[in-house]
């Protein structure tokens, strides 16, 4: 595609050459390096060619392109703080989930449960960020962690176009620094755990009676026996859990364990000083001789306690409202550029920030009201999105036409409504309003989570017309999704959009798709995802081998040889007359695929044996993904989505 100098406006960026309706090319500070193509379409209801064999007639597509140039991103293995005290890697957050931001109240920058509102990767060049404590984080050079002067990106210059603030070492990080690493739910920290809870009173807190009846399956309860001579680490974890759940409190910045018995106290005295914990025992007067722990050390040394021991109860654990001032020692000592480009994550949550390894970091796009979600995995549309900001207009227009015969109409079939943008322009509710209003039936096909925004529209309207969706899940091993599809929701996020569309009461299909042979076909990965699709509760399932058309052919085989250069002969062999797999190893995935389907229940879900078979000219399209009553042809060979 060409480019030319030409502005749409005064204010706007480069506009594409001729494209028509443009109304003007901008860019967003919030959507960094993309530019938005505004246009004012004359017709958004797109009939499909003839010679399509799919079962759909109409289409509505608001976007062309798909925008997933995430910048602020963090590797995977960064550790969040969750709303529970815990922490979780960055790459397994999910949407919705609970976690702390930061929020400025009453002069200070105060810690407060926020909610993770998209979540998704990218691969870019990584820097490896060191503190004095020793904490150690690996960004993008983009990435923004707040410092005591204010926020700054990792890399950045004095002067020239990459002009703008950047760590260096006179900088210090905000945050209490490193979090220490969750203990292990071995046997002897499960055996630790029981006795400590049973050497207090019996816990009233239902997340405490809940992990005791857990841990004592094989082990018989709490026990009161005697303390091991030699005490693993694990079990000494547990120990300090279990008591803290029975006997501790958490009030006013201040950690505490109360008990009776002095043999008790001696014990835990013992562990926290294995694990170099600060402490010191009071004596509150009491007849009945009741003596009480006292962590010292303040915000950083409970947070500390609570990731090492890990105990059960949550209330026991919060932090909200308390003021992200520490003494830790975080200032910068070097910023390292790793020389690689790794896959990078990033989230986007209601505060606009969270808690990255104990230091307060940048969200990629902070904004409170909206949520935004690469999609694509299509590397040609990654930085220019034609946006049809009249789609709701137009279209209402044409289904109100007396010509409109009401037919299905499907989106999500070549560029995806639920990507980035959406959050944006926020068109789709609108189209879901306008089809609903005017008796037309629809289907959605998606691997975007943003849709979750739109759930209890969909059911609201699937009363008056008849409504299917469909999400795409190729795989689940998220080291070879971030690398094949950078960019794109993780396969667990899009699983809980299944869980969620079902729990709204709506149909949702599965497109297993696309199996990649040599990658993602063997029994193992193929049943994985299947025993998952089948407990999110997906009303059918259709599996689907990679396609190779012109355009995504060249894409793919670039990409095979560098990743995996001892497949690339197989490929040519099984893709040697065209875009599609082979007959032989359609029959293969077949029968491979048919016992699986059977296992699960998911033959029966997708309406017979037939559905949800990989042969191109068998398969049909998943239960669910259609809207109730609609025609369906015998073959899905000739089109292949984009977005599959």
């Known amino acids: 595609m060409r480019w030319d100098g030409q502005r749409a406006d005064g204010n706007a960026e480069q506009a594409l050459l001729g494209l028509s309706g443009l109304i003007r090319?901008?860019?967003?500070?919030?959507?960094?390096?993309?530019?938005?193509?505004?246009?004012?379409?004359?017709?958004?209801?797109?009939?499909?060619?003839?010679?399509?064999?799919?079962?759909?007639?109409?289409?509505?597509?608001?976007?062309?392109?798909?925008?997933?140039?995430?910048?602020?991103?963090l590797a995977g293995e960064t550790p969040v703080l969750l709303a529970n005290g815990r922490t979780k890697p960055l790459a397994e957050l999910e949407l919705g989930e609970q976690i702390y931001g930061t929020r400025l109240e009453g002069g200070y920058?105060?810690?407060?449960?926020?909610?993770?509102?998209?979540?998704?990767?990218?691969?870019?060049?990584?820097?490896?960020?060191?503190?004095?404590?020793?904490?150690?984080?690996?960004?993008?050079?983009?990435?923004?962690?707040?410092?005591?002067?204010?926020?700054?990106?990792?890399?950045?210059?004095?002067?020239?176009?990459?002009?703008?603030?950047?760590?260096?070492?006179?900088?210090?990080?905000?945050?209490?620094?490193?979090?220490?690493?969750?203990?292990?739910?071995?046997?002897?920290?499960?055996?630790?755990?029981?006795?400590?809870?049973?050497?207090?009173?019996?816990?009233?807190?239902?997340?405490?009676?809940?992990?005791?009846?857990?841990?004592?399956?094989?082990?018989?309860?709490?026990?009161?026996?005697?303390?091991?001579?030699?005490?693993?680490?694990?079990?000494?974890?547990?120990?300090?859990?279990?008591?803290y759940d029975a006997e501790g409190s958490h009030s006013r910045g201040i950690v505490r364990i109360a008990n009776l018995a002095p043999h008790v106290l001696d014990t835990a005295r013992l562990a926290?000083?294995?694990?170099?914990?600060?402490?010191?025992?009071?004596?509150?007067?009491?007849?009945?001789?009741?003596?009480?722990?006292?962590?010292?050390?303040?915000?950083?040394?409970?947070?500390?306690?609570?990731?090492?021991?890990?105990?059960?109860?949550?209330?026991?654990?919060?932090?909200?409202?308390?003021?992200?001032?520490?003494?830790?020692?975080l200032g910068v000592m070097s910023v390292e550029p790793l020389g690689v480009e790794r896959p990078l994550f990033d989230i986007t949550t209601g505060t606009g920030d969270f808690i990255a390894d104990g230091v307060v970091s940048h969200n990629c796009f902070a904004r409170n009201t909206h949520t935004y979600l690469d999609l694509d995995a299509g590397r040609d549309f990654d930085t220019q999105v034609v946006v049809k900001v009249n789609a709701p207009e137009v279209l209402a227009a044409q289904v109100q036409r007396p010509s409109w015969k009401r037919e299905h109409v499907a989106m999500g079939t070549n560029t995806d409504p639920y990507q980035r943008a959406e959050g944006k322009y926020e068109l789709m509710p609108r189209i879901i309003t306008e089809l609903a209003g005017s008796g037309t039936p629809f289907s959605i096909l998606t691997k975007g989570t943003v849709l979750a925004r739109d759930l209890p529209l969909l059911r609201a309207v699937s009363g008056d017309v008849s409504v299917g969706l469909g999400v795409s899940i190729a795989l689940l091993d998220r080291d070879l999704q971030s690398r094949l599809?950078?960019?794109?929701?993780?396969?667990?996020?899009?699983?809980?959009?299944?869980?969620?569309a079902r729990e709204a009461g709506l149909p949702c299909g599965v497109f297993l798709a696309p199996v990649l042979p040599g990658l993602t076909d063997s029994t193992e990965a193929l049943e994985s995802l299947l025993a998952e699709v089948a407990e999110v509760g997906a009303t059918g399932v259709t599996v689907i081998p990679l396609h190779l058309r012109p355009g995504a052919r060249e894409w793919f085989a670039r990409w095979l040889s560098e990743q995996y250069p001892d497949l690339v002969p197989r490929y040519r062999q099984l893709y040697a007359r065209g875009s599609y797999v082979n007959a032989a190893y359609r029959r293969w995935l077949s029968a491979r695929v048919t016992p699986l389907l059977r296992r699960y229940g998911l033959d029966s879900r997708s309406g017979g044996e037939e559905r949800g078979v990989p042969g191109d000219e068998e398969g049909g399209w998943p239960e669910g993904s259609m809207p109730r009553g609609a025609s369906e042809p015998a073959r899905t060979k000739g089109d292949q989505m984009t977005l599959l």
């Open 485 to 500: 599809e950078p960019g794109t929701p993780s396969p667990r996020a899009r699983l809980a959009l299944v869980r969620k």
């Open 272 to 329: 926290l000083k294995r694990f170099d914990f600060v402490h010191v025992v009071e004596d509150p007067g009491r007849a009945s001789g009741l003596r009480v722990l006292r962590l010292s050390g303040g915000l950083a040394e409970r947070l500390r306690f609570f990731h090492t021991t890990d105990p059960a109860v949550t209330r026991k654990r919060t932090i909200d409202g308390l003021a992200i001032k520490s003494a830790a020692r």
């Open 109 to 243: 920058r105060r810690y407060v449960p926020t909610r993770v509102l998209a979540h998704w990767s990218t691969v870019k060049p990584a820097y490896r960020i060191t503190l004095e404590d020793g904490t150690s984080l690996v960004a993008s050079g983009d990435h923004r962690f707040l410092t005591n002067r204010g926020w700054k990106h990792v890399t950045g210059a004095q002067h020239g176009a990459a002009r703008r603030p950047y760590l260096t070492t006179g900088n210090k990080l905000m945050g209490v620094g490193g979090f220490a690493v969750p203990p292990e739910r071995s046997r002897a920290y499960r055996e630790g755990y029981l006795q400590g809870i049973g050497a207090g009173r019996e816990p009233a807190d239902g997340e405490a009676r809940d992990r005791i009846r857990s841990f004592s399956r094989g082990h018989g309860g709490p026990r009161d026996s005697a303390v091991p001579v030699a005490p693993e680490e694990d079990w000494q974890k547990g120990f300090l859990a279990g008591l």
């Open 25 to 73: 090319s901008v860019r967003s500070p919030d959507f960094s390096g993309v530019t938005f193509h505004e246009v004012h379409a004359r017709s958004v209801l797109n009939k499909v060619p003839d010679a399509s064999r799919v079962p759909f007639r109409w289409t509505v597509n608001p976007y062309r392109g798909c925008s997933h140039a995430c910048t602020y991103c």
